[in-house]
């Protein structure tokens, strides 16, 4: 037995729509609403397209188009009860595609060709209204995982960010109730919803998540032949909402890091433009490898740029992975995590379980997952010398950390394994990187251009 | 609220005679590193560990300790790379200094004592123990999927001491296309496979497997192959031998069902969800994480049992304790 290095956190409350404060996000969108709806879902009927498409090579369920079009149904119900929105469901024209091999990219190109027909034919059908208020339903066969040319990656590269869609395999169709709720929940967020803020707000004024990987481009039958640095930042307010996200593709490592700079810089300024303040509490959220040395002192120099310019900014760097072998094994939960648990490794390094066992009220332990759950490790990597303590500068980032596993705006579950800063800054990253991948295969046309700014999450 | 808590971590305290375990510290280039001496140091048929460190200017400082010899041993094994070693002497490492010795030594001498072991993004995994035989005999494609229990292990230094961190896992692996094509025969295979299939496919170019569709039997100058699209994107024409189901069962379900029968694939689905704690089942919530600290011990007492514990290093004995680190104290906590 050894003195106590370990804690567990609050579970963060959400708050929704007419102040209403809950945990759980199905019953606190079935009672208050969501927090905030944009102004075109106020006022007029959205609209949900379905698009089917088919693969000749399986045999597709008879009533493949059956069950999608009553998924649909079922979906447009979901949409009134948890958001409030009037629905125009277009099931009667559905449009439909006939692909053979979803894997061969012959066929992909095909399939990417078609899907441009339809956008367009879509565009002159319902011109503004599609990329201001409509939602297009793709129904198709899952793909295998991890595999860039497929159809999924396919149609996100054709319609992007610019309409809002939603791919629904015939695994969410087998089992509609769970799927139904996440779908509508993560288009409501694509088309600009704020389903709910946390009710207590984080100590920090911005989050800025980062995420990085490497794109390698390769010939048939030889090596890598080169590559190119992909980079991504996730920013997320003191309430615990996404409010952009970039992506940047750059030859050089040098480069990527300045991008990443300029933007942790200009989302602190607009922080002190929106808010008057002239001091801004800021917290950087690396995934993947740790920030290199370089790294941290370009950062250190853009907080110094800032000091110039009047404005005082006290920061912290994180570093967050899963990639970690160790488990925190609650007696009193059945040898399970408890969610919020943590374990202080060192004053700058801890381990978090973020999900795990929780309890609701007098019942017993709710186990929110099956299987035992990763455990984080979050290392303070840097920090503002103005700061206090190691150990408590550290609590604080695991508060923050927990706190934003339950913003992911996606799926309906109490929490996720990890903030939204690093998981949303990661799949821009391997969602951008994917697209890329695709263009440069099929030699596509895509909507996405690199260094955009997007707005609404339409990655989720 | 404050409530009591016990928290139980997956790791075990090593325990040594001394704080310092005598080395032989080298120093060599980065290109003589690369083409001679790691290869030297990393083959299991010569008793040695070793820690590296990359130094500024092309160069590596290497500390190498002996497993279960002298350390003159080690001096008289290093004469093989003698030519390509720039400067030796006799040195020594601080415990906590030592953690890649320690996994090391733990790993090369798992591998003599008949366990198959992998070093990957700097955790080892090693796996012996087959399991679920009985069920998998059962089956009608006993030979499709073998399942190991696998432990991937990484000692850590935390406040007060060096820790070796055990997490059981399950281990699937898949049959190869070769076996495939023998039991399926060449109509029923190339059909099934025109579906796409996951897989996992040698690349000549990275010379490893990696993550692939298979989507095509052919007929080439070079014999039999499979034409895959690696997760990339990329294209290729792979031997059959070198191209292997994935080992996800539940990846596999339309293949094995479409092929096997909904029972072959159930009997293998289970045993996937039964022995990998990272999908559980329902019920298993008051169950698995009771079996994942015991697996822990488990391979605590495998390893002990195969005489691989305790190690001596140089002239330092090394070994862990068999309970994994408990800790306890009070937990404030909102309950809702």
Not at chain 1, 169 to 188: E, R
Not at chain 2, 255 to 274: D, N, W
Request: hydrophobic content about 35%; charged content about 30%.
């Amino acid at each position: 037995m050894r003195a106590e290095r370990f804690g567990n956190l609050e579970v963060p409350k959400r708050r929704f729509g007419g102040g209403f404060i809950e945990v759980n996000p199905r019953r606190g969108l079935s009672k208050g609403g969501p927090y905030a709806s944009p102004a075109r879902i106020k006022e007029e009927a959205t609209l949900v397209i379905p698009l089917i498409v088919k693969s000749s090579v399986y045999e597709e369920p008879q009533n493949f188009k059956e069950k999608a079009m009553e998924f649909l149904d079922k979906l447009c119900e979901e949409f009134r009860k948890y958001f409030r929105m009037s629905v125009e469901n277009a099931k009667e024209e559905p449009y439909e595609v006939l692909i053979t091999n979803p894997y061969k990219p012959a066929e992909l190109q095909r399939l990417s060709a078609e899907l441009r027909r339809i956008k367009n034919e879509l565009r002159d059908r319902y011109g503004d209204a599609l990329e201001q208020r409509a939602v297009v339903l793709i129904f198709a066969r899952q793909s295998l995982k991890y595999q860039k040319l497929s159809p999924y990656y396919v149609s996100k590269c054709v319609l992007g960010h610019e309409i809002a869609s939603q791919v629904v395999t015939d695994v969410a169709l087998s089992n509609f109730d769970m799927s139904l709720a996440n779908v509508s929940l993560g288009v409501f967020a694509k088309l600009g919803g704020i389903p709910w803020v946390l009710n207590n707000f984080l100590p920090v004024d911005v989050v800025v998540g980062v995420g990085k990987t490497i794109i390698k481009y390769r010939e048939e039958g030889r090596g890598e032949v080169s590559q190119d640095y992909l980079g991504s930042v996730a920013i997320v307010g003191a309430n615990g909402v996404i409010s952009e996200v970039r992506a940047k593709v750059a030859s050089t490592k040098e480069e990527l890091a300045s991008w990443i700079g300029s933007n942790v810089q200009r989302a602190v300024s607009e922080f002190v433009l929106s808010s008057g303040t002239e001091e801004v509490s800021l917290s950087i959220h690396y995934s993947g490898k740790k920030p290199s040395k370089d790294e941290l002192d370009g950062l250190k120099e853009v907080i110094e740029d800032l000091k110039n310019k009047k404005i005082k900014v006290s920061y912290k760097v994180l570093h967050i992975t899963d990639d970690v072998n160790a488990s925190l094994l609650c007696k009193g939960c059945n040898y399970y995590p408890a969610s919020g648990l943590y374990y202080l490794l060192s004053d700058k390094e801890a381990y978090l379980t973020p999900l795990g066992a929780l309890k609701l009220g007098s019942s017993g332990p709710y186990y929110s997952f099956t299987g035992i759950p990763r455990t984080l490790k979050v290392s303070l990597v840097d920090a503002s010398e103005d700061n206090e303590g190691g150990a408590s500068r550290l609590t604080e980032g695991l508060r923050e950390v927990y706190y934003l596993t339950f913003m992911h705006i996606a799926g309906m579950q109490i929490n996720i394994n990890e903030p939204i800063t690093t998981k949303y800054s990661r799949d821009v990253a391997r969602l951008v990187g994917s697209v890329v991948c695709v263009r440069k295969k099929l030699g596509m046309e895509c909507s996405i251009s690199l260094g955009d700014v997007y707005e609404r999450p339409w990655f989720l | 609220m404050i409530e009591r808590a016990n928290v139980i971590l997956n790791c075990f305290a090593l325990k040594t005679s001394d704080a310092n375990i005598s080395t032989v510290k080298a120093l060599v280039s980065d290109e003589s590193y690369r083409l001679h001496v790691k290869h030297f140091l990393q083959d299991p048929e010569v008793s040695i560990t070793y820690k590296v460190k990359r130094l500024p200017k092309g160069l590596f400082e290497i500390h190498v300790a002996s497993i279960d010899v002298s350390l003159d041993e080690v001096e008289n094994s290093i004469e093989k790379v003698k030519d390509h070693i720039m400067d030796k002497e006799r040195s020594s490492l601080e415990l906590l200094k030592a953690k890649e010795l320690i996994e090391r030594a733990l790993f090369k001498k798992l591998i003599t004592k008949g366990w198959s072991c992998e070093y990957r993004h700097g955790y080892y995994t090693c796996y012996r123990e087959k399991l679920g035989e009985n069920e998998i005999a059962s089956t009608k494609a006993p030979w499709l999927f073998t399942f190991y229990r696998e432990y991937r292990y990484k000692t850590m230094v935390m406040t007060d001491g060096l820790y070796l961190f055990v997490e059981p896992r399950l281990r699937v692996e898949g049959t190869d296309f070769s076996s495939l094509l023998k039991y399926l025969g060449d109509g029923v295979l190339d059909e099934v496979i025109s579906k796409g299939v996951s897989c996992i496919a040698y690349r000549e170019s990275e010379k490893r497997y990696r993550r692939a569709v298979a989507v095509r039997l052919i007929n080439s100058t070079k014999g039999r192959r499979v034409e895959v699209i690696y997760f990339d994107g990329e294209e290729a024409q792979v031997e059959l031998e070198k191209v292997k189901l994935i080992g996800n069962v539940l990846w596999l379900k339309g293949f094995v069902t479409g092929l096997f029968g909904q029972e072959a694939y159930e009997t293998y689905a289970q045993l996937q969800r039964r022995y990998s704690f990272s999908l559980g089942t329902k019920e298993s919530k008051y169950t698995m994480g009771s079996e994942f600290k015991e697996e822990s011990k488990k391979f605590i007492k495998n390893v002990r049992d195969s005489n691989v514990l305790p190690l001596r290093l140089s002239d330092v004995v090394v070994d862990v304790e068999d309970k994994p680190l408990e800790v306890d104290g009070n937990a404030s906590r909102e309950v809702w």
